[in-house]
């Protein structure tokens, strides 16, 4: 049984992750989706609501072995805890490689049992990001086409007064 686990932020999901969600639940038994809890990092949905929105988007999908969980520590003992023995990372342009890099043999010192997969963005959304999301909403923008339906509507209704510390 492969499982594996897609960490993030979320804040909000995208057309961009649900690709990724998507494309590791057709490789994977079981696909965990892991909402990180970065405190003192501006956000605009609080973890509920970024878990709530995802069931959403999931179901929406018809994604049958994928499930929402949240995590607040190192991401490898959050995959420990589940019995992942994967990690599923998106990458972007150049600009995501030297973090990820960074990030994946840091996991691997800490936790070699645990591989981190790399998949490829879409073409059609390596431009996207939750910040970029964010920056349209907040300036006034229109989100359609970049976050996924069941996201949109709640998206739409939050201004700048929505954005907390966590
Ligand atoms: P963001 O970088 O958009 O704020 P997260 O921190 O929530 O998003 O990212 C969670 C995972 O999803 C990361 O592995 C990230 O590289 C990946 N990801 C985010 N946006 C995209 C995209 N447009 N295409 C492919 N992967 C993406």
Redesign the pocket.
């Known amino acids: 049984m492969a499982i594996a686990i897609?960490?993030?932020?979320?804040?909000p999901a995208?057309n961009?992750?649900l690709?990724?969600i998507q494309r590791s639940a057709q490789v994977f038994d079981e696909v965990i989706v892991a909402v990180g809890h970065n405190p003192g990092k501006k956000h605009l949905f609080t973890v509920e609501e970024r878990i709530t929105l995802l069931k959403q988007v999931i179901k929406e999908a018809h994604l049958h072995n994928v499930r929402v969980d949240h995590f607040s520590g190192l991401q490898v003992e959050f995959a420990r805890a589940h019995k992942a023995q994967v990690i599923v990372?998106?990458?972007?342009a150049i600009s995501?490689f030297e973090y990820?890099f960074q990030m994946a043999l840091t996991n691997k010192h800490l936790a070699p049992e645990i591989e981190t997969v790399f998949?490829m963005?879409?073409n059609e959304?390596?431009f996207?990001?939750?910040?970029m999301v964010k920056e349209i909403v907040l300036f006034g923008g229109d989100p359609e086409g970049l976050v996924p339906p069941a996201v949109l509507g709640p998206l739409r209704k939050k201004t700048k007064a929505g954005v907390e510390d966590e």
């Open positions: 897609c960490p993030g932020s979320f804040d995208t961009g992750h690709d990724i990372k998106g990458l972007r995501d990820e998949m963005t879409a959304y390596s996207l990001s939750s910040s």
